[in-house]
């Protein structure tokens, strides 16, 4: 394709120099230009189309699931509430299960998933969220914190949480399920 693009463009550059009247040689000049600059053009985009081409073509050697290469980041955190503290957590996409349990304190586990075509995309995903842990007098705060202006992000957190009996327990999301027992 590149190749026939680029003859084609030769030949219809030199039709229009031989059709041209003798002072028009200013014009040949321009012409010859546009064809240069066109030809460089086409090498761009067969460049870009060997890319995607290539791409394709790793995603389906692995099942055609784009995405598919997981990597995960885990955070571990234990705040101490009171056996009637609050507990407020928000998340965009992930699972979140809360649990009463024994003491007074909250435990935290958060895993990152972040998912790419190579392991290096996916590690590099994790970068884009982080985990907020606010702890203040009888409260504990955690969100999942998106990076702005990062588009495509392939990020999810779920959480485990484990909070005394007595906790108010305030939890959202934008997507995933949520339980809390």
């Given at each position: 394709?590149?190749?026939?693009?680029?003859?084609?463009?030769?030949?219809?550059?030199?039709?229009?120099?031989?059709?041209?009247?003798?002072?028009?040689?200013?014009?040949?000049?321009?012409?010859?230009?546009?064809?240069?600059?066109?030809?460089?053009?086409?090498?761009?985009?067969?460049?870009?189309?060997?890319?995607?081409?290539?791409?394709?073509?790793?995603?389906?050697?692995?099942?055609?699931?784009?995405?598919?290469?997981?990597q995960t980041e885990?955070?571990?955190?234990?705040?101490?509430?009171?056996?009637?503290?609050?507990?407020?957590?928000?998340?965009?996409?992930?699972?979140?299960?809360?649990?009463?349990?024994?003491?007074?304190?909250?435990?935290?586990?958060?895993?990152?998933?972040?998912?790419?075509?190579?392991e290096a995309e996916?590690?590099?995903?994790?970068?884009?969220?982080?985990?907020?842990?606010?702890?203040?007098?009888?409260?504990v705060d955690v969100?999942?914190?998106?990076?702005?202006?990062?588009?495509?992000?392939?990020?999810?957190?779920?959480?485990?949480?484990?909070?005394?009996?007595?906790?108010?327990?305030?939890?959202?999301?934008?997507?995933?399920?949520?339980?809390?027992?």
């Open positions: 394709m590149r190749t026939s693009l680029k003859t084609l463009l030769t030949v219809a550059a030199t039709a229009f120099a031989l059709a041209s009247p003798a002072g028009a040689q200013e014009k040949t000049a321009d012409v010859h230009r546009i064809v240069a600059e066109a030809q460089k053009i086409a090498g761009h985009t067969h460049e870009i189309v060997v890319d995607a081409l290539a791409h394709a073509h790793a995603i389906e050697q692995r099942g055609g699931e784009h995405g598919r290469i997981e885990r955070i571990s955190k234990a705040v101490k509430i009171g056996a009637s503290g609050q507990l407020d957590l928000s998340n965009i996409s992930g699972t979140i299960i809360v649990t009463a349990g024994p003491g007074d304190e909250v435990k935290i586990e958060a895993v990152k998933r972040g998912r790419g075509d190579t996916a590690k590099t995903q994790l970068t884009y969220v982080a985990v907020d842990i606010a702890e203040r007098p009888g409260r969100r999942a914190r998106y990076k702005e202006g990062e588009q495509h992000i392939n990020v999810s957190v779920d959480y485990t949480v484990t909070a005394p009996a007595g906790t108010r327990v305030s939890v959202r999301s934008v997507s995933g399920d949520i339980r809390v027992t």
